[in-house]
């Protein structure tokens, strides 16, 4: 049962608080990064007053984006990005601890879902934070109102990216937003590295399955495919991508792995992934070929990449057989397993990424917001982050790893800068 308690929120038990709070601290030890950019934020509030309204996973990392902006002087309100990325206890923390209005529950309906986003809306945002593009899509369908008033938002995944470049395309956008997603120090480390190891961690915690000897079907291979492929076969798995893009299925044969059509790869693959940000790219065909006991999850943004309603009609008999875990029974007796309802497997069973990069993603988000409320209001249009911040970040980063690196020396500078210079 959700209840309300002194801030305004919708949480499933405030008394988690305790356990959130210690797995926020635990999260901060690894995002120096964010940690430099909060200081920074306490001593000099260039937030003051701005009401910010975000539309995120609610997690430990997220929770420490929250403080950022809280320390800075914002006006902040979360509401979740998915209906099961939740982190309970983590709710819990931000209100009863810091006083963060949060709206977000894990399990939440669609209806709640929708509920929790308008909730989060009702304050008025001058800012938005998207992951996915839900809350500046019910903007502008539902609640143009607020439009007039907001000064820009920021976009964190490639699926809410590609929502808003068309809604810029079509002249629908009405306020500009940053594609953090775009910058290097975001896509390059959470899309890879993040997706990677966290995709691998949610199939495991849901089915505690041996990787090594299993055949591995990842459908699309941008920085995600990249990432999970990557980590699949350091763990011993072979490897078979999808993919549509002739460049992309190139460099997948060029890393090493087998490329073939999915309507040959349903036919050999134990466990299937997507990661496409496309709709049905499992099909009903698709499941029709696989074997018995054929693992299927998906780790893109949305539950669309996996036909389940097509799945649903299909079988004869689905149960719940593990937490995360459902079985679906075809007619002919062969069993396929849905992972979490098709949701992203590593944010539903597992924990999503790694602090160690979202402290660079969300060091974007705070640097981004930061930007846009210091300097004139942009066109309606999507923007990629600004050079000097992305570079920023990446110079903090190795900073707090111990890390040096060379400079160029002046005489290379100008070879750089020249053109005369050849055999
Ligand atoms: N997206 C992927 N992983 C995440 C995390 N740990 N926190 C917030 N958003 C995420």
């Not at 070929?289 to 799945?311: C, Q, R, T, W, Y």
Request: charged share 25%.
């Amino acid at each position: 049962m959700s209840q309300k308690i002194t801030t305004n929120s919708d949480i499933k038990d405030p008394s988690l608080a305790p356990q959130g709070l210690l797995r926020i601290e635990w999260a901060s030890r690894e995002m120096p990064v964010l940690k430099v950019i909060r200081e920074r934020f306490t001593r000099e509030k260039p937030l003051k007053g701005v009401r910010v309204s975000g539309c995120l996973h609610v997690t430990t990392e997220t929770a420490n984006l929250a403080l950022v902006f809280k320390e800075g002087g914002a006006e902040l309100a979360l509401c979740a990005s998915n209906p099961l990325s939740t982190q309970d206890d983590v709710t819990a923390a931000l209100v009863t601890e810091y006083g963060i209005p949060v709206y977000a529950i894990k399990g939440e309906d669609t209806d709640t879902y929708y509920k929790h986003i308008n909730a989060a809306l009702d304050h008025k945002p001058q800012i938005t934070l998207d992951d996915g593009a839900d809350l500046v899509s019910t903007i502008h369908k539902k609640r143009t109102e607020l439009i007039d008033t907001i000064i820009g938002g920021t976009e964190e995944t490639t699926t809410g990216v590609i929502r808003l470049k068309s809604m810029e395309k079509e002249g629908k956008l009405k306020y500009p937003i940053i594609a953090v997603n775009e910058a290097d120090t975001k896509h390059f480390f959470d899309n890879r590295y993040g997706t990677g190891q966290s995709t691998i961690d949610g199939i495991t915690r849901a089915t505690n399955i041996l990787w090594a000897g299993k055949k591995v079907v990842v459908c699309g291979y941008g920085w995600c495919g990249k990432g999970i492929t990557m980590r699949a076969r350091g763990l011993g798995a072979h490897i078979v991508v999808t993919e549509v893009d002739p460049i992309r299925a190139l460099e997948a044969v060029m890393d090493g792995y087998t490329v073939m059509p999915l309507l040959e790869a349903a036919k050999i693959g134990d466990i299937f992934i997507t990661v496409t940000g496309d709709v049905s790219v499992i099909d009903k065909a698709h499941f029709l070929l696989m074997k018995d006991g054929a693992i299927v999850a998906n780790s893109g943004h949305f539950n669309v990449e996996i036909n389940i309603p097509a799945l649903e009609k299909m079988a004869q008999k689905k149960r719940p057989i593990r937490s995360s875990v459902d079985e679906y029974t075809l007619p002919d007796g062969r069993h396929i397993f849905l992972l979490a309802e098709g949701r992203l497997i590593n944010l539903a069973a597992a924990e999503g990424h790694p602090a160690s990069v979202m402290d660079m993603s969300f060091a974007n988000q705070a640097l981004c917001v930061e930007h846009m409320v210091k300097r004139e209001k942009a066109e309606p249009r999507v923007y990629p982050v600004p050079k000097e911040i992305d570079k920023e970040i990446g110079r903090l980063k190795l900073a707090a790893m111990g890390i040096t690196i060379d400079t160029l020396t002046d005489e290379q500078k100008r070879y750089l800068e020249s053109w005369e210079e050849g055999t």
